[in-house]
């Protein structure tokens, strides 16, 4: 086969623009929320090397290739509502500047995007990125795609890419090695060693999140095929993307990505095969778990720690803010008949600079929770001592994005004696035991521990949980995906339904000045 090796690729750009969107969320994502962590240029590497992340396996591909790197922007924050249009401008026109400008250099470009960013005014963005890539870079210049498994991935913005690979798993303790098959796939194609064919497939369905968790049946079967049909004759890479429910889109829903050895036929026979094999799984893909409304599952956990069973994982997975109130204050009603409970990362800075104002050691009363939305629950008048205030910054050690440094800003635990509530100035979701060794508890402590998280906390928690519960809310992350108000997914997209026109939830898309409240 003709064409340059691999030595010939002397260096390559790395870049990303994350976000899971939330479009249902009252509250814009402003540029703020992406600047907190936003890294550039040199301190990319300086940042990922050696971590569980997508960057950490686009480097260690360069690192072991030889190959320099360019750091252009890497933006992300925590799922939230909709991208501020200036917001997302802002970060696109960096990075695209900043490509632009290692575009000789650079001999092709590693890009991290999510999948499912939503941006006021802009049902894709990413596409919009994606576009704005190509007109400046040229149509020949090499792109890789590495994204998320939620993601909505519309074929015609995948298709501006030369490769596109996902997350395999759900937890998401693959991303390195996302990273790495990505920045594989598009060494091998710019060496001349494969000639990469992408074929796609979309089974007409999206998953809530809660039931994406790679390692429950049925999905794990499916994925457990996927990973066979990866290893036959001619077949590159495939990946699964479940879809994300939240983000109200045309593009909404699953899709299967098969690549092929220049095989045309052979990665459309694939992508179909396993498309064909979701859409028949889909009532059982829907229906995996038990679902309780707060009260239920107290009382079936109060039954399992009689019996003797513990600690109690309980998941308020519908909240989509991290401050959501319902468990909370089904809780707190339950008063004195409720195990030691702790939970972890409560989104409310309020609360949190009011008790590192107070001080440890001082009894505070607050209202705690409940602003992102009027289906976070009300917020709740709660007292406590302050057993822990001040900045938290660490590195993560949990297998979920292990390495990565997380910063919560200005943080506190606030403990009525009964219940433990850890709140943090940044909104994010605790999926590991870092929340109890940072705050300095002990988990051994605890009989229930409640978490807003979907599938991520199962890498630390299956290991140490006596039982996980699903506790369904009315929030804007629900299992039940009819209860939704849709308007801009396609038909056909199973099991959503469409809203009935004129109701009273805003569309994301009006530019603001038709809404009505
Ligand atoms: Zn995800």
Known sequence: MTGPDRRSVKRLAIGGLVHETVTFLPQETELAAFEHRAVRGDEIAQAFAGSNTVYGGFLQVCQDNDIAVEGLLVAECAPSGPVAGAAFEAMADELVSRAVLWREEADGLLLHLHGAMVSRGDTDPEYSLLLRLRAILGDDYPIALAMDLHGNVAVEKAMLADVVCGFRRSPHTDMAETGERAAKLLLGKLAGEIKPVTAFARPGLVLPSIFTATEVSPLSDIMAEMRAETEQAGILDITIFTGFAYADVPAIG???????????????????????????????????????????????????????????????????????????????????????????????????TAATSSGVGSQLMLTLGGKSSELAGLPLLYTGYVKFAGPLRYKITGPYRNGETLDLGLSAVIDNGKIAVIVTSVSSSAVDTDPFTQCGLDIDEFDIIALRSKTHFRAAYEPIAGAILIVETPDWGPAELTTLPYRNAPPGVYPITMAPPNDSFEDVFDDGTNNAD
């Open 254 to 352: 699953a899709t299967v990505v098969a690549i092929a050895d220049g095989d045309e036929a052979l990665a459309i026979r694939t992508a179909e095969r396993l498309s064909a094999r979701l859409a028949e799984a889909r009532e059982a893909l829907y229906h995996t778990a038990p679902l309780y409304d707060p009260e239920a599952a107290l009382h079936k956990a109060a039954e399992l720690l009689a019996d003797g069973v513990r600690p109690v994982v309980l998941l308020e997975h519908a909240d989509r803010g991290n401050d959501s109130t319902h468990l909370l204050e089904a809780m707190l009603a339950r008063g004195a008949n409720l195990g030691r409970t702790a939970v972890p990362y409560l989104h409310d800075p309020i609360g949190a």
